[in-house]
């Protein structure tokens, strides 16, 4: 009898099964933040588009080289799914990237983090979960764009947009899940949102192959930001209700916030810290109590 000789994927594979979906996203969380902080220093050079097409472009490739989906066994169902879960991908980095290009990265999550919130409260229909969208409401209020001193608002509208994707992703997310084993599903959505976003990002993404540091810092990005978290993300949401996910992504305002501090030296005013605090109870609390 001849030993089975476990490949990467299959280790891979295993390892996602086997540790605690908590850990999963909380993983997801910390890797993220660190990811985006380490794009905005690609902007200056790269372009906001480009840099979002290096990500996206990079994590599809390694995504497709580690699964290789099989194309032939694809159902117009399966298809299907994985172009809208594409499509929802790459809208969604573009629309964050370009926030971030005009806010601190603590405010962009911060404000993106509605997309997660609305979800749990269109799941939820209790009484008190008027509390939390009242507390959410209070934190998009602190972050208007009153006098000058308040964030950008197209900045703004970009990240509640973002939101907004992030929701879809969420409930697209679920469906590919279940729909698609391992990372095949993952992998193609990537390819259809590298693909979506080639048009606008291929001449700033192109000035990644002149330098050596720049090309080591792309491919940080999108291991940080897009391959990796995105990976343990559809793990988990296998095996963990959206509720309890949506509690855990609650620390991602906290932790972006800390890698914008810590990575990039931006410090967040006393409205925008309040926001945060705000917006991430609330999230917490409509997915706490069920």
Known sequence: MTATVATPETRVARW???????????????????????????????????????????????????????LRELTRHKLGLAIAFGTVLGSMNWAFYSALARIPLGVAVTVEFIGPLGVAVMQSHRPRDLLWVALAAAGIALLAPFGSGGPDPVGLGL??????????????????????????????????????????????????????ALALTGIAVATCSSAIPYSLEIAALRRMPARVFGVLMSL?????????????????????????????????GVTAFP
């Open 16 to 70: 996602l099964r086997t540790t605690p979906a908590s850990l999963l996203v909380c993983g997801s969380v910390t890797i993220t933040q660190v990811g985006a902080a380490l794009a905005k220093t690609l902007f200056a050079t790269l372009g906001t588009r480009g840099t979002v097409l290096v990500r996206v472009g990079l994590a599809a490739l390694l995504l497709l080289l580690v699964h290789r989906p099989r």
């Open 252 to 284: 991602e305002p906290a932790v972006a916030a800390l890698a914008g501090l810590l990575l990039l030296g931006e410090r967040l005013g006393g409205r925008s810290l309040a926001a945060l605090v705000l917006i991430s109870a609330a999230s917490a």
């Open 159 to 212: 990240a509640l947009f973002a939101g907004a994707c992030w929701a879809t992703y969420i409930l697209l997310g679920v469906r590919l899940g279940h729909a698609f084993e391992g990372g095949d599903g993952l992998a193609l959505a990537m390819g259809v949102a590298a693909l979506l976003l080639l048009p606008g990002g291929a001449v700033g993404a192109w000035r990644v192959t002149g330098s050596l």
